[in-house]
């Protein structure tokens, strides 16, 4: 099918889960492809995919998605190095490196939410380390965090979240 899809040299390419299910030499002999008809030919890819790596490894820019709402969009160099939305943070320590040596890899409790389903709010709130009663009343915007875009209340400096945290921190001290 990628073959196929080249032959053509299309300005645009829509990889779907390229390298899935492939064993690491052929994913990367499939990536070197992309990175050289993007690089030769000037074809434009919108690559998707759940393996951060294989992004890393193609990409300039990079829009993380959760439940069919985008939640961050940045640089590839940008997200990475400082992640803005909670759950870009959680799928990044989800990934194993050898620089960060741990006993067990990071997870994400709960269960992905269901499409079908209407909720109120930010649609990670249920799953979110960083919940706050507001999360759960109005669904997030996108706005500017770090040198991005990020759908979270925690940048919103006109949200409720921010005064729910104000309001916690003095009843803890």
Known sequence: MIAMALLLEPQLLVADEPT?????????QILALLRKLRDDHGTAIVFVSH???????LCDGVTIMYGGRVVESASIDNLYASPQHPYTRA??????????????LATIPGRPPSLTD??????????CGAVRDACTAV???????????????????DSDYHAQLDVALEVNL
């Open 20 to 28: 899935s299910a492939l064993d690491v030499t052929m994913e990367a």
């Open 139 to 157: 669904e997030p915007v996108l706005v500017p965090a770090g040198t991005g875009l990020a759908r979270c209340l925690l940048h919103d400096p």
């Open 118 to 127: 209407e909720l109120p709010g930010c649609v990670f709130a249920p799953r």
């Open 51 to 57: 393996d951060l790596g294989s992004v890393a490894q």
């Open 91 to 104: 799928l990044l320590e989800a990934v194993p490196s050898w620089r960060r040596r741990v006993d067990n």
